[in-house]
């Protein structure tokens, strides 16, 4: 049968197959992907509902189904809704956000689909999508028959690894993948403990596949940004003078924020002997007013004005001369979020200790699972993100919480909710040459622990 006369048969009763609670389901995940405010298109939106339900600032719908399409704009008519076939619309403008909610199991060629939505987006465009686990074939065939889901034509068999595969072909780089959905009918307390509790730990057995992708990136080799290099120092005087030396020049030109914390030695004072000493370095120095290296930072990227933020520890443990490889994986759009790694190369004697390093790996384990991108080292201090992505973290941090004394995971979850593209970089870690460190391992350790669990209801546990 016609795929489109097919639809067009299936209008009238659109409406009441929406209010089955898989699609409230669906609704509510996406929302969680996709952050108000944005510009959103959807391929094969139907009667629009899912659209409206991530809030767009300009919300556009596109359906090959005429019929659907005029109840989608009488449903909903602050969106736009226009009459095409997904695999060959084109449009002029940029969307933050695509969405194909179970369109890929029904199109009759995925990669020309996934090919033409690339004409749809900018660089920093996201496209989200699910399809259905071939696990509940046979289940949903069973209900189709019995009346308790909508019809479909014949389904495309497509599995996780098909999925990635031609997403890699189409040109786009998948960014995180996960499974929701054990139990697509509301029944009270018995949904909620499925869905929000066993899912996550029966990924493989969930109904919902979705996926996170965006455009390969393509950046042109002579572009070049400016950077600030963000450094916390508490009680690190006698490492001043060798960091501001050894920060190198990255890109169009490096802005050096150093920030005192409440130090019980002279670092302030140091700092400010160190600034005369180098006028010719772009370099600002700050007194910081809340507590904890997360508050330093935070007050520190208030006053930055680079296009590509650096957090650098002041204990020169990772040294100076590493960041160069950060920028570059940045600049070229390796990563959005670029993560130093301390557990791949040999360590300095005393640089790490046994139980602290154990640490490190559990908990790598652990926010790699939470993230759903790989993650090996969550201590490292050496990141580098976009300051618009950081200012997008910031905007959002009301769902988390200002949780974190450290700032490593306000900002690694932050990137995780906007599903940026996480990238671990291995460097050389060495050991002090000066001063002890500011880590309190057992009561730190268990507020880490803590922190994991509270990331857990965030970002699994929905």
């Known amino acids: 049968m016609d795929r489109r006369q097919f639809y067009e048969g299936r209008a009238a009763a659109r409406p009441r ?79 933050d956000y695509l969405l194909l909610s179970d369109l890929v199991n029904d199109l009759p060629d995925v990669q020309v689909t996934l090919e033409r939505a690339l004409r749809l987006t900018h660089p920093r465009s996201r496209l989200v999508l699910n399809f259905f686990n071939n696990l509940w074939r046979p289940v949903l065939d069973c209900a189709e028959r019995m009346g308790f889901k909508a019809p479909t034509l014949d389904q495309n ?6 999925m990635r595969n031609l997403l890699e072909l189409a040109g786009w780089e998948v960014l995180r993948t996960d499974c929701r959905i054990l139990w697509p009918i509301r029944t009270p307390v018995w949904e909620g403990l499925l869905n929000r509790w066993l899912a996550p730990l029966l990924r493989h057995l969930c109904l919902a596949v979705f996926i996170v992708a965006r455009p390969k990136p393509r950046v042109a080799a002579e572009r070049q940004f400016t950077c600030s290099v963000v450094v916390p120092a508490r009680n690190e005087a006698g490492n ?29 004072e140091e700092l400010g002997r160190v600034a005369a000493r180098h006028p010719d370095r772009r370099l600002k120095t700050l007194q910081q007013k809340s507590r904890g290296k997360g508050g330093a930072v935070r007050e520190a990227f208030a006053v930055a004005t680079g296009d590509l933020l650096f957090i650098l520890d002041a204990d ?4 100076p001369e590493e960041l160069p490889k950060f920028y570059e994986a940045a600049r070229g759009g390796t990563g959005e979020f670029i993560n130093g790694v301390r557990l791949v190369y040999p360590r300095e004697p005393h640089a790490m200790r046994f139980l602290n390093m154990v640490a490190n790996k559990l908990f790598g384990l652990a926010f790699s699972w939470l993230l759903g991108q790989p993650i090996k080292d969550t201590l490292c201090g050496t990141k ?16 988390f919480g200002e949780f974190d004394p450290f700032g490593d995971f306000d900002l690694l979850f932050g990137a995780a909710k906007l599903s940026l593209r ?21 009561r730190h350790g268990w507020l880490l622990a803590r922190m994991v669990g509270f990331a857990a209801r965030r970002l699994k546990f929905l």
């Open 17 to 95: 197959e929406l209010e089955r609670w898989y699609y409230r389901l669906l609704e509510r995940y996406y929302a969680f992907l996709v952050p108000p405010g944005q510009r959103v298109i959807e391929l094969g939106c139907g009667l629009g509902d899912l659209l409206a339900s991530v809030g767009p600032a300009h919300g556009v719908g596109i359906d090959f189904s005429p019929a659907m399409i005029e109840e989608a704009r009488t449903r909903h008519p602050s969106l736009t809704f226009r009459v095409a076939d997904a695999a060959t619309y084109e449009s002029v403008e940029g969307f």
């Open 240 to 268: 001043l003078e060798a960091l501001v030396t050894r920060v190198p020049e990255l890109g169009l030109g490096t802005e050096l924020i150093l920030i005192e914390g409440h130090s019980t030695d002279n670092t302030w």
């Open 316 to 319: 020169l443990t990772v040294a």
């Open 157 to 162: 068999w497509l599995s996780t690894a098909d």
């Open 422 to 442: 996480i990238v671990d970089l291995p460097i050389r870690y060495h050991a002090r040459t000066y001063g002890a460190t500011n880590i309190q391992r057992w």
């Open 384 to 399: 580098v993100l976009w300051r618009a992505d950081y200012e997008a973290i910031a905007r959002g941090r009301g769902y």
